[in-house]
Every structure is written in C-alpha cells, then in structure tokens.
Nanobody, 121 residues
Framework: VQLQASGGGLVQAGGSLRLSCAGS????????MGWFRQAPGKEREFVAV????????RYADSVKGRFTISRDNAKNTVYLQMNSLKVEDTAVYYC???????????????WGQGTLVTVSS
C-alpha cells in the first residue's frame, strides 16, 4: 500500500495540528495503522497505532491524553489529531501500515514519506 502523509507545519506551543495519511493500492482496511516520529538526532519512536477497524487505539505515554489517532476506511485515511503541542513534539512524523497490531516499527511493512511538525516556544 502506498502512503502519503500531510498536514505538518509550524505551530506555537499549546496549539493543534491534524495529520492525515492517505493510502492507495492494497486494501487499506487490511492493515493496522501507526504513526511514528523522528526528532533531529534521535531515533524513530512510536507515537500511536489504531486497529484495522479503528476501535482499538494505543498511544505512547508521551502523547497520551493529547493526541488522538483515528481512521476512515471509506476514505483510506488515518489521522493524528495533535493538541496541546509541546516543543518536544517537534519531529518528522511518519505513518505506516502493518499486518499485525504492534508498536514495533520494524514490524511495519509500508511507510509514508513523512511530514515535518515544528512546535515553537
């Protein structure tokens, strides 16, 4: 499945952004969808995952209560609503698709190109 992430940008601390990731090709609803991020000089880290049906989200502790992952299988799209953004949320955000429900990046088969989120103080 091909993935195209969008929605990144520059926002002040405390603000909000919504990332989108559109899928095409293989059946989008056959995959669990995750968001990961990579900050400058740091390793890629898990942010959130949602099950194929969209009813089972899971979050990294660092974003729990601030970020919401959702999906619309009719539109082949997964979203990441990010509220109360912090400077430390600055990173390139990647969406990814996996056949299993997992937080392990290496288990994801398909990746989007990434979208940059910059949070200023």
């Amino acid at each position: 499945v091909q993935l195209q992430a969008s929605g990144g940008g520059l926002v002040q601390a405390g603000g909000s952004l919504r990332l989108s990731c559109a899928g095409s090709g293989r059946t989008f609803s056959n995959y669990h969808m995750g968001w990961f991020r990579q900050a400058p000089g740091k390793e890629r880290e898990f942010v959130a995952v949602v099950s194929k049906s969209g009813i089972l989200p899971r979050y990294a502790d660092s974003v729990k209560g601030r970020f919401t992952i959702s999906r619309d299988n009719a539109k082949n799209t997964v979203y990441l609503q990010m509220n109360s953004l912090k400077v430390e949320d600055t990173a390139v955000y990647y969406c990814a698709a996996a056949p299993s429900y997992t937080v392990v990046g290496a288990s994801y088969d398909y990746w989007g190109q990434g979208t940059l989120v910059t949070v200023s103080s």
